[in-house]
């Protein structure tokens, strides 16, 4: 069985959610009452793969809503009464999603095993990020070309460059495209020198000065909201990879041949028959999600019952290749920009 943690984008979303669903106790209720709520088991599903293989999965809410990230403990929480519902409910296989890996390894929660009677075990838990870097590698590969953009002639920026997806991106990048250069972004200087080291590439630089250089953009840091960005300073055309949460780069990159991409979404080759993605707002809910959550389905299609993804700058390009041919095997692809209304040109 997998599993699968999200929440709403937030707390207005929440409520209005809530109510759809019936728990009307909280739906009401304000943001402290919310901060009390326990996680909540939404749906069951069954999915069958394109070989054939069915399995189940449940889809649980943390009822955490990023209004609470400042609220170091309640965060907390959230997060862990979450995975231990999961675990009491017997999922094998549970990816993190949107901020709860974020919030697991910022604030260092392998330390809190112990949830009331129920000792976490880290095996049944994955944050979804190898496949999640994989699949904005492919859409990288697959549409930069689709614009025009010659990947043995592009300069990529990759900002987040020494998060865990980001780092995971770059050693993708220098090691199987070919592209012509890697400009590499984050806000400490002292894990980009140990990337640039280990990756003996890559050229370490702010994201003012990597923005009119970039053929493409690979966004895979939450950046703060105000951020500002002139348009008429970038390359065009310019591919933008938006693979940060909440996705929101088609609101401030709009222009002629720009370019924006949902990155780390992928599209299952059937339709799945739940609700829980209308829930995160896809496009096509009852096919496309995030994919770190389809990480936790391809290990349960596989039997692969292990932390797959865990701890922070730990994929390999070995783990990419494995998750990739699995994800293409039981019917999974990457979202493209045919499959975006919303491309602007
Ligand atoms: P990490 O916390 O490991 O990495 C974040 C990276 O962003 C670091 O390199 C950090 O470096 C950098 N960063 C943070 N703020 C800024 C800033 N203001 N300017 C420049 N760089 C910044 O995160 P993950 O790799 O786990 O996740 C990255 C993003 O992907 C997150 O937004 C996450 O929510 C999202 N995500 C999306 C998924 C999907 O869509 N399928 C699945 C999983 C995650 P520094 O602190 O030095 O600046």
């Known amino acids: 069985m997998f599993g699968l943690i999200g929440h709403s984008t937030s707390f207005e979303d929440a409520k209005r959610k809530a ?27 069954e999915v069958k793969s394109a070989t054939g293989i069915s399995i189940e999965g449940s889809y649980i809410d943390s009822c955490f809503v990023p209004e609470m990230l400042s609220r170091f403990k309640t965060a907390r929480r959230k997060v862990l009464n ?20 974020i919030i697991f390894e910022n604030f260092n929660l392998l330390q809190h095993k112990q ?22 590698c492919k859409q990288l590969e697959i549409n930069a070309p689709r614009i025009g953009i010659d990947l ?10 020494t998060g865990d997806i980001g780092s995971a991106v770059c050693r993708w990048l220098i090691n199987k495209t070919g592209i012509s250069e890697l400009l590499m972004v984050a806000r400490q200087q002292e894990p980009l020198a ?23 953009v690979v966004w895979v840091a939450s950046m703060p909201k105000t951020i500002e960005i002139d348009t008429d300073n970038l390359k ?10 909440p996705k ?33 707002e896809m496009q096509n809910p009852q096919r496309e999600m995030f994919a770190c ?18 701890g922070r700058n730990n994929i390999s390009l070995e783990k990419m290749e494995f998750i990739g041919a699995a994800s293409l095997k039981h019917g999974f692809s990457a979202i493209g920009l045919d499959k975006q209304p919303k491309v602007l040109t």
Not at 115 to 136: M, Y
Not at 293 to 310: V, Y
């Open 19 to 45: 109510s759809m669903l019936g728990f009307d106790h909280i739906a009401d209720g304000d943001l402290d009452v919310w901060c009390t709520a326990p996680p909540q088991l939404v749906e069951n599903v």
């Open 82 to 101: 979450a995975m231990e519902l999961a675990q009491k409910k017997g999922i094998n296989i549970t990816a993190l999603g949107g901020f709860t890996s």
């Open 115 to 136: 949830i009331r009677n129920t000792s976490l075990e880290w095996e049944r838990f994955t944050t979804g990020n190898t496949h999640t870097a994989w699949v904005i």
């Open 152 to 161: 043995k002639k592009a300069t990529v920026a990759v900002i987040g460059a």
């Open 194 to 216: 140990l990337l640039q080291k280990e990756l003996d590439g890559g050229t370490i630089t702010s994201l003012d000065e990597a923005l009119p250089q970039a053929d493409i």
């Open 236 to 245: 065009k055309p310019c591919l933008m990879i938006d693979g940060g949460y």
């Open 248 to 280: 929101n780069l088609d609101e401030k990159f709009q222009g002629e041949n720009i370019y924006v991409l949902k990155g780390g979404i992928v599209e299952f080759f059937n339709d799945i028959g739940w609700n829980m993605m209308e829930l995160a």
């Open 293 to 310: 959550f389809a990480e936790a389905m391809i290990l349960e299609f596989e039997k692969c019952h292990t932390n797959f993804s865990w």
